[in-house]
């Protein structure tokens, strides 16, 4: 069964105090890592796609990594906008066209000003 | 704007009734998916379905079914509600036949409360 485990469970920064998120995972083959941000009471918002090890990936402050365990999402320099539900996912290597995601419970990060 | 809408965005409903959760994906998406999101389950895979055919199945109950129809929008089928079937309910879309860029995108979702 695969699995995705996030820590921390919640994280309050000051403003531009950089940190990293972390997300493990067990899949029996990997498709597909992804971030997703959401907002309370909002659908989750697509950040990035990882599909190897070694892959990076940046958006504004965030950039995603990814390694054959774990991914990392490093924050650098965080606004009080950037504050939200940070949520990892993986997708496994299924034959056809079968593409379900399987999510973390989420990283609450908190940016202070 | 993600581009996938759904309807209705609140939903309010005693135990036992029935209810219809509606999604329509984004121009050009083939595979439609339905998640359950509540404070003690995260976000669950309940189903999808591609061009009009099931493709995968989670933890979705019997009493819930769902179907997509030729203009590829979808419908949720929630039946004999309980107290615990509260929650927000997601609809996300991606084109479903990519190996790679097959990026799921949500709705806003659908808040179901059950009294």
């Known amino acids: 069964e695969d699995q995705v485990t996030q820590s921390p469970e919640a994280l309050r920064l000051q403003e531009g105090e950089s940190s990293s998120l972390n997300c493990s995972y067990t899949v029996s083959g990997l498709r597909g890592l992804f971030w997703y941000r959401q907002d309370p009471g909002k659908g989750p918002e697509f950040l990035f796609t990882?599909?190897?090890a070694g892959e990076e990936k940046e958006k504004e402050r965030l950039k995603a990594t990814l390694t054959k365990k774990e991914s990392f999402l490093h924050i650098t320099a965080p606004k009080p906008e950037d504050s939200a539900t940070y949520l990892c996912a993986v997708q496994a290597t299924f034959s056809g066209s079968a593409r379900q995601l399987t999510f973390g419970s989420g990283t609450q990060l908190t940016v202070l000003p | 704007d993600s581009g996938v809408t759904q309807t209705p965005k609140h939903l309010i409903t005693a135990t036992g009734q029935r209810v219809t959760l509606r999604c329509s994906p984004r121009?050009?998406?083939?595979?439609v998916y339905w998640y359950q999101q509540s404070l003690d389950q995260g976000l669950q895979f309940l189903i999808q379905?591609?061009?009009?055919?099931?493709?995968a199945k989670g933890n979705i109950l019997e009493r819930f079914s769902a179907q997509q129809f030729p203009d590829l929008h979808s419908e949720l089928n929630l039946s004999s509600l309980e107290l615990g079937d509260s929650a927000l309910y997601f609809c996300?879309?991606?084109?479903?036949?990519?190996?790679?860029?097959?990026?799921?995108?949500f709705g806003p979702g659908t808040r179901l409360t059950v009294t």
């Open positions: 990882l599909y190897s």
């Open positions: 996300a879309s991606s084109a479903g036949h990519r190996t790679v860029g097959d990026e799921q995108y």
């Open positions: 121009s050009g998406d083939l595979s």
């Open positions: 379905y591609y061009n009009g055919e099931e493709r």
